[in-house]
Nanobody, 117 residues
Framework: QVQLVESGGGLVQPGGSLLLSCAAS????????MSWYRQAPGKERELVAD?????????NYADSVKGRFTISRDNAKNTVYLQMNSLKPEDTAVYYC?????????WGQGTQVTVSS
């Protein structure tokens, strides 16, 4: 059974940091490109960051998070991370983990991130 389980969301003040984790099971994690998406109320889901399976390849980031967010993966732990620093109120959204390989495409259930004072 395929599962992507996000954790680490919560309420944080502007300027703060959060580390999101996505634990994968039920498929061969190292084959899959992994991504983080987010969806704010009333807006479409958007790509935040992605990381391929290729050793040494550079991750890809949305312009709005470049320099503040870092995506990484640990194939030994079947986990992908999103380190979020210098958080802004506009980062408030539900954050989703995504796994893609060929025609296979899996989603997690999402974790809420709220940035507010």
């Amino acid at each position: 059974q395929v599962q992507l389980v996000e954790s680490g969301g919560g309420l944080v003040q502007p300027g703060g940091s959060l580390l999101l984790s996505c634990a994968a099971s039920g498929f061969t994690f190292r084959y899959y490109a992994m991504s983080w998406y987010r969806q704010a109320p009333g807006k479409e889901r958007e790509l935040v960051a992605d990381i391929t399976t290729s050793v040494g390849s550079s991750p890809n980031y949305a312009d709005s998070v470049k320099g503040r967010f870092t995506i990484s993966r640990d194939n030994a732990k079947n986990t992908v991370y999103l380190q979020m620093n210098s958080l802004k109120p506009e980062d408030t959204a539900v954050y989703y983990c995504n796994a893609k390989w060929l025609r296979l495409n899996y989603w997690g259930q999402g974790t809420q991130v709220t940035v507010s004072s």
